[in-house]
């Protein structure tokens, strides 16, 4: 038995013809009616200068840095303050750097795009925009937004340049003990050739982050020692306060106390741990002794610990 017949021939270019028909009716008489009412007056007052431009103009703090150098522990001291809600990092936003970095080094695309008549600039301003959106989205947010993800150094300069009260503060490690630091938490055999991975990593990037920062310039971007945060904690901070222009706190000196009111925390993040204790100095210098098949000659080749005065 058939279970489905398929009509004749005729009939189908019946059909065909009636939809094509259709089809005409519908679009010919007017066939820029969609552009014409995308471009319309009204509708370009949603994306007015103005508007864009307020938005843009937004107070943002953005804490960076390579990972386990102390971001988390400067965002829930940050945390107490009355103003500022930056919370746990938000993961999806490493897709979203990568896609920024990638783009600003494909130049034939951009070319290729820019052909096309688009507004120079326009990505850069399109995607701060987004990450405004994105921080006014957050499930708490202070008077100044705030975001603690490592990387964003890696486009704080773009970022900066689109919006002009954004500030940055970045965190700063010697980069043996964000190493080792790494290979704890990846629970990862601890021998030179792992160490050398991770402190491999740290010196590329901080000489993007560092560089990045100092076209920013000192009034913008802060760079904060790990051993000053955890070492000189009041004097530190008082800093950031005269860097940030907000009032001091004594909460600042006790953020672990406040974790679960005032600084939201989740379990899954990296140094959730870490935070609920107070201020410490026990993971300075914890390296040493501790790498098997340690190489001094080199880890003093290593230009951005010299730089850093790691060294010394
Ligand atoms: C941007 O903020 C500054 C203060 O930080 C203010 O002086 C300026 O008028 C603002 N601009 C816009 C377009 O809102
Ligand atoms: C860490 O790795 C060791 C072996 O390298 C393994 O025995 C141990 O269970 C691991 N611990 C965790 C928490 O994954
Ligand atoms: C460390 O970073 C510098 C740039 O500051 C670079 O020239 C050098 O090749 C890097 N070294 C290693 C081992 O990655
Ligand atoms: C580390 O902290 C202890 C107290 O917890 C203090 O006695 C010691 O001097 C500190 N070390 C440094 C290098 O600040
Ligand atoms: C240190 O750097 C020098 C010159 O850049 C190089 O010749 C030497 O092999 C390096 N040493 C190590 C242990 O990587």
Redesign the pocket.
């Known amino acids: 038995m058939k279970r489905f017949s398929f009509p004749e021939k005729s009939s189908i270019i019946i059909l065909i013809q009636a939809w094509i028909i259709m089809i005409l009716f519908l679009f010919w008489k007017e066939p820029n009616s969609n552009i014409k009412e995308i471009s319309s007056e009204k509708n370009q007052d949603l994306f007015s200068e103005d508007f864009v ?2 938005v843009l ?1 937004r107070s943002i703090i953005f804490i960076g840095g390579v990972g386990r150098s102390g971001t988390t522990l400067m965002r829930s001291i940050l945390d107490t303050h009355s103003s500022i809600k930056c919370g746990p990092e938000s993961p999806f936003l490493a897709y979203f750097i990568k896609l920024w970095e990638n783009l600003n080094l494909d130049k034939r695309i951009m070319e290729q795009t820019y052909k096309r008549g688009y507004k120079d600039g326009f990505i850069n301003k399109a995607l701060s925009l987004f990450f405004v959106y994105v921080l006014e989205n957050k499930h708490i947010h202070g008077n100044i937004l705030c975001e603690k993800f490592p990387q964003i150094m890696t486009v704080s300069y773009d970022l900066h340049k689109k919006l ?2 954004s500030k940055f503060i970045y965190m700063i490690r010697d980069g043996r003990e964000v190493a080792y630091s790494f290979l704890n938490k990846l629970n990862k055999t601890k021998d030179f050739e792992n160490f050398k991975i991770y402190l491999d990593v740290w010196n590329r990037s901080n000489e993007v982050f560092l560089k990045n920062c100092n076209r920013i310039g000192n009034s913008f971007c802060k760079q904060v020692r790990y051993i000053d945060l955890v070492t000189k904690t009041k004097e530190t901070m008082e800093q950031i306060c005269d860097f940030l222009d907000i009032e001091w706190t004594d909460k600042f000196l006790t953020h672990n106390e406040y974790i679960g009111t005032d600084v939201f925390a989740i379990p899954d993040e990296w140094s959730y741990k870490q935070i609920k204790k107070p201020v410490n100095n026990k993971s300075l210098n914890s390296w040493v002794g501790k790498i098997s098949g340690y190489k001094e000659d080199y880890v003093k080749n290593l230009s951005m610990l010299k730089t850093f005065g790691f060294l010394e």
């Open positions: 431009n307020k103009n002009p009260n």
